[in-house]
């Protein structure tokens, strides 16, 4: 069965650095979506993307956040300066867009800043 | 803005049904959903109901969903101990370009042998 897959599983790094996290959404999926859940908080929208650009995004989008389609089956998330509130596990997911448009999550990229 | 509220935490014994609870506020919801996240997992999918359908059965779960209270639940039947993890709901008003979704807390089900 077709899945999300996402790297690295964690990834540590310096507060003020740049990071990038990967996702492979589902090869025949339209949409694709980035949300994060801070530890012992709610599942919260970043971005979603379509048609190579973005969609719709939330006040966390800020500035430091973009989002890149590299390939035909990369989806990457870039923060370029962390801090350490952007600590939280960041799922991507994809969906069909048609029917029920379900969104299928990948496992996490869990970001720790220190 | 939209908010989905879940009670935090349910117990249940191994063959039992569970029943976990959501209510949410935005009325133009269409799409309402049920994750589930075992430890260390990502979120699965589970079911998901239109806003026009006041039931709907998968195997051993059953979503119900009032519309006029914005009340929707999921019952699972005989209740198994791989059944332990959290519930996420989560609702959208899908509309041009606007898909993205609203969770619940997420209640977490401990299920005794």
């Known amino acids: 069965e077709p899945e999300v897959t996402q790297t690295p599983s964690h990834q540590v790094t310096q507060m003020g650095q740049e990071v990038i996290l990967r996702c492979v959404p589902i090869?025949?999926?339209?949409?694709f979506y980035w949300y994060r859940q801070i530890l012992g908080q709610k599942v919260e929208f970043l971005v979603s993307?379509?048609?190579?650009?973005?969609?719709?995004k939330s006040e966390i989008f800020d500035d430091q956040f973009s989002v890149e389609r590299p390939d035909g089956s990369n989806f990457t998330l870039k923060i370029r300066s962390t801090k350490l509130e952007d600590s939280a596990m960041y799922f991507c997911?994809?969906?069909?867009?048609?029917?029920?448009?379900?969104?299928?999550f990948g496992p996490g990229t869990r970001l720790t800043v220190l | 803005g939209e908010d989905v509220e879940q009670s935090l935490f349910l117990s249940v014994r191994e063959g039992d049904s569970s029943v976990i609870n959501c209510t949410y506020t935005?009325?133009?919801?269409?799409?309402l959903y049920w994750y589930k996240q075992e430890p260390g997992a990502g979120l699965q999918l589970l079911t998901y109901?239109?806003?026009?359908?006041d039931m709907k059965q998968d195997q051993r779960l059953t979503v119900l969903l009032n519309k006029k209270d914005k009340h929707l639940s999921l019952r699972i039947a005989d209740t198994q101990t791989g059944d332990s993890a959290i519930y996420f709901c989560?609702?959208?008003?899908?509309?041009?370009?606007?898909?993205?979704?609203?969770f619940g807390s997420g209640t977490r089900l401990q299920v005794q042998p």
């Open positions: 997911a994809s969906s069909p867009g048609q029917g029920g448009d379900e969104q299928f």
């Open positions: 993307f379509y048609n190579n650009e973005i969609s719709e």
């Open positions: 109901i239109f806003s026009n359908m």
């Open positions: 090869s025949n999926h339209l949409y």
């Open positions: 989560a609702e959208t008003y899908m509309d041009t370009g606007r898909r993205a979704l609203t």
């Open positions: 935005d009325s133009s919801s269409t799409y």
